[in-house]
């Protein structure tokens, strides 16, 4: 979901990106860390790479538990080396680097260039200081280079006359280690300048040299003077088709710490550029990407992400243009304190093509900031974090089953299940109805909490649905008197027969009314049974209610419903949707007509459609979905949005067998599904879907190793994911 925020008087908008929920399989190792030892700010100190040699500079200080960075004392300037595409790392201090007894270096003994540099050096390595970032303060910036790696540094050496340029003089140079090489004698640098004829305004310029270094020309600005924002912090690359992508970091000077990662092209060797694409918006405390191409021509772009307290990224499979669904490359940090300092991460590429995230980082084992590194293979597809809300042994309860997701219109998610005591089997059985919340939208959960409870005997099989309308939000479920299942129900209201139960919470779930037996109201007695379908009910565009169930008469099941036109008052029973079908959802299609998509027992292994143009009193003949592969086994179906039904979602176990987890999407109406991906590939069963307050789609189903029951898991994804790359 895109929430926009005007600023400047509605003359500049950004969109915050809601918080990634896909992860690659990253390996996350120690670059370099002491517990007495706050390390940081990769990004500022730079990084350089020889083959799957790497190197990357950082700042080390006394580590103090303090308000702001957690660093006291003389901020070293430091290094760290591997060897072995970044698995391995040895730190290291040069000689005569960056260090004074200063708490921040300062420029002594800085000259020009006596001789020009051969940028061509096998060896070379080039460090940008200025002023504004820890370890160093100079407001005119220079450099030290290196022929053997980083090993040994000369320098400093001054930018030659570049301060006394028209358009740079007078103005506060702040880059950090940026710099393109283009041949012998000729190298770009990329520069970040504090202006002070602007006030609260940074702008990148792109300039060069091209005699070695002893002189540097201004080229161009990248990106505009203005108060809207501050622009800093750029890292650029020259693409395999020669143009130059630079990343960088702006804050908005009108909200407080609010930052984006931003895009720029130039296709003439930096003489002018243009704003290419927003990569990431930040709602507090931003952080500067880093980016590199990779060898199928994919960009990738990475940054902290101190909201959210990830490191996180985007592909971009167009130069930039636009950018994929985030994913999450590392999320276990945990400091001393509440503040996510973090990231300012570098990138590089091993020549197995591998990627190599470095950053600044804490966990709950090392508290202090450390620099560490992520090691992933960008040909992997991204898949949606998996977190279990309900698992075997949970408060001693054997097996949990049969999951139900809402969202209420206060922004809280609802998720309820099956507790089932005794053993995992359906009723009978003793069971209660369990419940968990969010209220930030899936990304942490409340405590286990027993929301329905019939003594020894058992309830289960819950779906919930909200009545936009009144907030109210209904679970309808069955109860079944001892001894009583599918199988032994017998016709009647009351006695040896299934009972379908409702209740509702008028507080998003903190509170449950007295649940109310419907069979009275609903059943023909003359059937066998009725039982709830479970998942999800359904609210049509009138205000209608819908609860799918199935019924049993004799050996044949019936796919039925109930429904209510004065919400939860009353309700009353809808015809048959199906013969040899239960365990349906239905949705309302755009020209008002039902759609129920069934679990069947034709022996097909494709999910039974059938449509209705009356409200459900009559439907049309069943059909089985070639591309919609089914074991017998519940599924779940929502619009992206009701209003605008766009897009229908399915989820499902998509084998003959439960396993398989896979999501769906169709834009004609479930015509044609061209769009899926697998949540999971090994044992799953039930599933329960609902679109989340960040507009990300949640799906919580049953998977497991040894069978689909092992847990109740609940994963999140932009719906965007699922259309990336059709499988």
Known sequence: MYRFILLCLGLFAYAVHSSAQLIVDAEHVMVAGDSKKFCGWPANNGSWQWGDEILVGYTEGDFINSRGHNLKGIQHSKFARSKDGGETWSAFDPENFLDDEN??????????????????HPDFAMRVFASGYHGNNDPEGGFYYSYDRGDNWTGPHTFGM????PELKGNVFTPRTDYIVTGPKSCYLFITLNMEVVEESSRIACVKTDDGGLTFEFVSWITPATTEFRSIMPQTIRLSNGDFILTCRKIINTQFHVGLVDAYISKDNGNTWKYQSRIKDIRTHSNPPSIIELEDGRLCCIYGDRDNKTIAGRYSDDRGKTWSTEFIIRDDFQSVDDWADLGYPRLAKRSDGKLVAIYYWATADHPQQFIGASIWDPKEVPTPKNKVLFHKGMNDVPVYRIPALAVSNND?????????????????????????RSFDSGKTWTKSKVIADFGLQGCGDPALLLDWNTNRLWCFFTFAPDGVGVKTSQPGIDGKTFQLYIMYSDDDGGSWSTP???NAEVKDPAWDAVWSSPGNGYQDDNGRLYFP????SGDTFYSHFIYSDDHGATWNMGGPAGEQCEEWMVVQRKDGSLL??????????????????????TWN???????????????????DSQRHKRQLLFANPADTERRKMTVRLSEDEAVTWPYQKVLYEGHAAYSSMAILPDGQVGVFYERGTENPYDTISFTKFPITWIKEQPE
Not at 104 to 117: F, N, S
Not at 415 to 426: C, E, H, K, L, P
Not at 549 to 552: A, D, E, I, N, V
Not at 621 to 639: D, F, G, K, Y
């Open 596 to 617: 129920a998509n069934m679990r069947n027992h034709y022996g097909k292994n494709r999910r039974a459609l059938a449509m209705s143009s009356d409200r459900g009193q």
């Open 549 to 552: 169930l199935s019924r049993k």
């Open 162 to 165: 570049l301060n006394e340029h």
């Open 412 to 436: 809280v998610v609802i998720a309820v299940a099956d507790a089932r005591y005794n053993r995992g089997q359906d009723l009978p059985n003793n069971i209660d109805l369990v419940m968990r």
């Open 103 to 120: 708490i921040q270096w300062l420029p002594k003994g800085k000259t020009p260039l006596p001789k020009a540099i051969d940028f061509s």
């Open 621 to 639: 003949e069943l059909s089985h979905h070639t591309a919609l592969l089914s074991p017998v086994c519940q599924a779940s179906t929502i619009w």
């Open 516 to 518: 109310k037996n419907l």
